[in-house]
T-cell receptor, first 115, second 114 residues
């Protein structure tokens, strides 16, 4: 049972380059989330999705876009990377029913450096 | 706005000693409360959660936490710390009407002395 899988694990970009981070979950969860983690700031929500084809902004959405074309996948895009986007990115998913209702399960993270 | 405060950035305890990590939250109604642990280079793993009912909750790895509504707190405890408990610990608050969104504290880094 893979749970939440993030690709890639590491990436280095130059300022202005674009990239897409992929999150895949195999738990049939309805909700998915993207966070960024910076030292001393905990995790901050970038965007989230409550279902296929639906996305919404979180606390720090500027400079990021997301898409959820399939229930199991949630993509995070950086159109023009900036050094301020150097961070560790985590994807999570949660269910609205069952024993694991309202519990977020996290991927292993993507470490992104923007030079 | 909802917020979570973890007052201690770093805590160092000796192996075998007891541990208490503090967490205070700001939210007007009954929240959902969580403690997650993150080992270096890893994702977050759920230690325990509180949704309702008994205010003392048990989690994995021998951890427990107590919800105190009057103090808006959800402190994490362990009676005897093991070297493998060294990690970063995050408290988080959620609510039924937030679309399962969570607000995280800044984290507490636990160091264990042998």
């Amino acid at each position: 049972n893979a749970g939440v899988t993030q690709t890639p694990k590491f990436r280095v970009l130059k300022t202005g380059q674009s990239m897409t981070l992929l999150c895949a979950q195999d738990m049939n969860h309805e909700y998915m989330y993207w966070y960024r983690q910076d030292p001393g700031m905990g995790l901050r929500l970038i965007h989230y999705s409550v279902g296929e084809g639906t996305t919404a902004k979180g606390e720090v959405p500027d400079g990021y876009n997301v898409s959820r074309l399939k229930k199991q996948n949630f993509l995070l895009g950086l159109e023009s990377a900036a050094p301020s986007q150097t961070s560790v990115y985590f994807c999570a998913s949660s269910s609205t029913a069952g024993e694991s209702k309202n519990i977020q399960y996290f991927g292993a993270g993507t470490r992104l450096s923007v030079l | 706005a909802q917020s979570v405060t973890q007052p201690d950035i770093h805590i160092t305890v000796s192996e075998g000693a007891s541990l208490e990590l503090r967490c205070n939250y700001s939210y007007g109604a009954t929240p959902y409360l969580f403690w997650y642990v993150q080992s270096p280079g890893q994702g977050l793993q759920l230690l325990l959660k509180y949704f309702s009912g008994d205010t003392l909750v048990q989690g994995i790895k021998g951890f427990e936490a107590e919800f105190k509504r009057s103090q808006s707190s959800f402190n994490l405890r362990k009676p005897s710390v093991h070297w493998s408990d060294a990690a970063e610990y995050f408290c988080a608050v959620g609510a039924q009407f937030w679309g399962n969104k969570l607000v995280f504290g800044a984290g507490t880094i636990l160091r264990v002395k042998s």
